[in-house]
């Protein structure tokens, strides 16, 4: 889910940026510490939408840098337990099949797959097949969520589309 | 500090007082549902996007950025997905949905997964969505869905 959220972040700055353009240097490094990371608790931050406040910097003593607090709103996107989400297939295995949804890579076991649909590893590319559906790279799916995990810069998410109204969307 | 305890008997048994447990569970990813709507404290209150809402916003950007050459993974992952799945077109469009879902007891969450998933009947909403429970009648769900999906169809 994509959420638009209001966030802080202290910034600092060496002594040789305390000039004329600071406020365009704190900008600049807010938007390139902050932009495309991925935290547990934030999810992805996808896109800094506005700075609201750049406060008054501080010098930290004995050290001559300066520490700003900026406070701005991004677009927020965390994955959730339970939620139902669109993707596409990126490959088929033997063991199920990997989507991506934006940044975020989904897992769906075989097992969570319904059982009228059969892999079929000799096609190209390899994929799953029932009576009237074909899962491949590029079919857009709808996934849901049993599961996420963070790593370090990532977040993975496990699938399922064994429920009502799950599946290949037509 | 072992407190005494008269026994049925008689007898005295000596018994400890356990100290309460003041320490709160913090709250882990675990507890995190989006079936229930418990999206945790950061979240819970947060403003919810639509797919086609967060097109707006990245297109918006994307020039400068591509001027700085400041596109990272994430960013254009991000754009693709959101260009790929965007319900409706333009932001007048976006603006009379947002107005059909305003007036309705539904939550954020709520709103924006029915926008974004746009169900053609009120049991396919019910299920993707279960959090809805019964916060809204099936007939004013069935119309609502209705009511978007010919949104959908007519925009320019």
């Not at chain 1, 510490?33 to 609201?52: F, S």
């Not at chain 2, 996007?49 to 097109?55: A, G, P, T, Y």
Request: proline residues 5%.
């Amino acid at each position: 889910m994509f959420f638009h959220k209001k966030l802080s972040h202290t910034i600092t700055l060496h002594p040789s940026f305390l000039g004329p353009r600071m406020r365009e240097y704190v900008t600049k490094r807010l938007y390139k510490d902050v932009e495309g990371t991925c935290t547990g608790r934030y999810g992805y931050i996808v896109a800094v939408v506005a700075i609201l406040d750049i406060q008054t910097g501080k010098i930290i003593p004995g050290q001559g840098s300066a520490e700003f607090e900026v406070k701005y709103s991004a677009i927020l996107f965390k994955p959730f337990r339970n939620e139902v989400i669109d993707a596409v297939v990126e490959t088929v295995n033997p063991m199920g099949f990997f989507a991506n949804a934006g940044p975020l890579r989904i897992f769906v076991s075989l097992t969570l797959v319904p059982a009228d649909m059969k892999l079929d590893l000799d096609s190209n590319p390899p994929s799953l097949r029932s009576d009237d559906q074909k899962i491949e790279k590029g079919t857009l799916v709808r996934v849901k969520l049993s599961g996420t995990r963070v790593d370090a810069t990532s977040i993975y998410g496990i699938g399922t589309i064994k429920e009502d109204y799950l599946g290949v969307i037509e | 500090m072992p407190l005494p305890v008269t026994g049925g008997d008689g007898d005295t048994i000596w018994t400890m007082r356990m100290p309460k447990n003041k320490l709160v569970r913090p709250v882990t990813e675990e507890s995190l549902d989006a079936a229930r709507l418990e999206l945790g404290v950061d979240f819970q209150d947060a403003e919810c996007l639509l797919i086609s809402e967060v097109k707006v916003l990245l297109e918006a950007q994307y020039d400068s950025k591509k001027e700085e050459k400041n596109l990272d993974e994430v960013y254009t992952k991000t754009l693709e997905y959101v260009q790929k799945f965007s319900r409706y077109t333009n932001r007048d469009t976006i603006k009379e949905v947002r107005a059909l879902l305003k007036p309705t007891e539904l939550e954020p969450f709520e709103c924006a997964q029915l926008g974004n998933l746009c169900c053609s009947e009120y049991e396919e909403a019910k299920s993707l969505v279960p959090s809805i429970g019964s916060r809204i009648s099936d007939e004013d769900l069935d119309s609502l869905l209705k009511q978007m999906d010919s949104l959908k169809k007519y925009q320019g």
